[in-house]
Nanobody, 115 residues
Framework: QVQLVESGGGLVQAGGSLRLSCAAS????????MGWFRQAPGKEREFVAAIIKSGSSAYYADPVKGRFTISRDNAKNQVYLQMNSLKPEDTAVYFC????????WGQGTQVTVSS
């Protein structure tokens, strides 16, 4: 049974930083490109960042380029999202999943950025 558990969210002031973690179980983690997604209130879930299986390349949505960094540890079955220079518009529930969202979604972790 595939399970994705996100953690690390919280309340932070604009300009602050957070590091999100996602623990994956029930799958061959290193076989999957992984991604982070977010959903703000009243909006569709959107792509944030992705990282290939080996971890050697990553891709970012334009709004987060230069501020967020995705990484992974295949030995620990975890993927991370370092978020710096946070803005109020980054407020959302953040989810991890396979690159195109093919796995069961977890509950996500709430990130709230105050102005």
């Amino acid at each position: 049974q595939v399970q994705l558990v996100e953690s690390g969210g919280g309340l932070v002031q604009a300009g602050g930083s957070l590091r999100l973690s996602c623990a994956a179980s029930g799958l061959a983690f290193s076989d999957y490109a992984m991604g982070w997604f977010r959903q703000a209130p009243g909006k569709e879930r959107e792509f944030v960042a992705a990282i290939i299986k080996s971890g050697s390349s990553a891709y970012y949505a334009d709004p987060v380029k230069g501020r967020f960094t995705i990484s992974r540890d295949n030995a620990k079955n975890q993927v991370y999202l370092q978020m710096n220079s946070l803005k109020p518009e980054d407020t959302a529930v953040y989810f991890c999943n396979a690159r195109y969202g093919s796995l069961p979604w977890g509950q996500g972790t709430q990130v709230t950025v105050s102005s």
